[in-house]
């Protein structure tokens, strides 16, 4: 008598509810990046609009400050549901109590400071000193947020420093300004601006998330380009056109920094550099008169500028293109169009160079080592 023994059934084994999909948790992790750079830049923008304008009625600076604490209040929401390990993880059998209560407090601090920012900006009866007073505690909140954020397992070294550093930098600030100003709206005004700008570019750095150390190389090309956008040009910009062609001079300004790309890294990085120039043309186009109000004693109305710049104003003319022998009038929708154009543009060329590191290498004049013998 024979037995013939069957062979094991094969079990399909089911997802447990702890653990998730590689594609759902990459999705997760891609649409908390992207919108934390989308808030980052909002905060950043914002940061500018409330420093740039001291002259704004009390009312309507209650509201964009309200606006600007309530974009950090969603940055630190954020970054609190981001600090929960991914399911299944290791890090969840090492976490201590504290551990897990960490990313609810720091979750429960932004709603509560974006709370205070709604009451803040919505309640028509409140005055303006209580409107400030609570912004300034949702402040306070807001960095002691950060400061629990930096204890977050799943962040970087790097990061947990950043987020440490920002939160404390926050407290102080606000406890400076009360102390020494009360609750002037004006110096409180200052001082989001100042909080708004460096969590901005906190956050923008966290989204991005950059784990190559030339991806850091880049960032600090993308922070110089700005800086060289908003403040050189646009000092010479505000008070230099009387130059001989002008246009094209400034053409060649925005592009000459980053000739130095070509020179080590051979003709194939053309199009980084060239996303770098049009980058500070942005810069230039974009923040013109916002600098010029808040470093050089302009005193535009932003509404209706920000408003030609972008295409709003149809035919009407914004500026003038110096060309030496001839002067091209530029209308409103061609203004729009070239930012709109020259954005997607640089876009697509710094996402591909930021997925693609390796490309930014330094390369030899020599094709092939030299041999001997």
Not at 4 to 30: F, G, N, W, Y
Not at 244 to 256: D, E
Not at 336 to 348: D, F, K, N, T, W
Request: aromatic share 12%; glycine share 10%; charged share 10%.
């Amino acid at each position: 008598m024979r037995l013939e023994l069957e062979p094991p059934e094969e079990k399909s084994v089911a997802p447990t509810p702890a653990q998730e999909p590689p594609e759902a948790h990459e999705l997760r992790i891609d649409l908390g990046r992207i919108a934390q750079v989308f808030l980052g830049l909002c905060s950043a923008g914002l940061a500018i609009v409330v420093l740039a304008q001291p002259g704004l009625s009390l009312d309507g600076l209650t509201y964009l400050l309200a606006a600007a604490v309530g974009f950090v209040s969603a940055q630190t929401v954020l970054a609190g549901g981001r600090l929960f390990p991914p399911k299944g993880s290791r890090l969840r059998e090492l976490r201590s109590g504290w551990r897990f209560l960490q990313p609810l407090g720091t979750v429960g601090i932004g709603l509560v400071a974006l709370t205070l920012a709604v009451f803040a900006g919505l309640d028509p009866q409140l005055a303006v000193t209580a409107a400030v007073f609570l912004l300034a505690l949702a402040l306070v909140a807001l960095g002691f947020g950060r400061i629990l954020a930096s204890n977050g397992l799943t962040l970087p070294l790097w990061l947990r420093r950043s987020s440490l550093t920002t939160g404390i930098l926050s407290v102080v600030l606000v406890a400076v300004a009360v102390a020494f100003y009360g609750f002037a709206i004006a110096a409180f005004a200052i001082l989001v601006g100042v909080i708004l700008m460096i969590s901005g570019i906190e956050t923008i750095v966290a989204g991005l998330h950059p784990t190559d150390p030339r991806q850091f190389v880049l960032l600090k090309l993308v922070l110089f380009s700005a800086f060289y956008g908003l403040i050189l040009i646009n000092w010479i910009d505000l008070f230099g056109k009387e130059v001989p062609g002008y246009g094209l001079w400034l053409l060649l300004t925005y592009m000459a920094p980053f000739g130095v790309l070509i020179v080590f890294e051979g003709w194939s990085s053309w199009p980084l550099a060239t996303s770098l120039g049009l980058l500070v043309s942005l810069f230039n186009d974009v923040g013109y008169y916002f600098i010029g109000n808040l470093i050089f004693g302009f005193h535009q109305a932003l509404g209706p500028w920000i408003s030609g710049q972008l295409g709003f104003e149809g035919s009407n003319i914004v500026t003038y293109f110096e060309g030496g022998r001839f002067v091209l009038a530029v209308p409103s929708w061609m203004m729009g169009l070239s930012i709109y154009v020259r954005a997607v543009v640089v876009g697509v060329i710094l996402y591909y160079w930021w997925r693609h590191p390796s490309a930014i290498v330094a390369r030899s004049t020599l094709s092939e080592p030299p041999t001997t013998g």
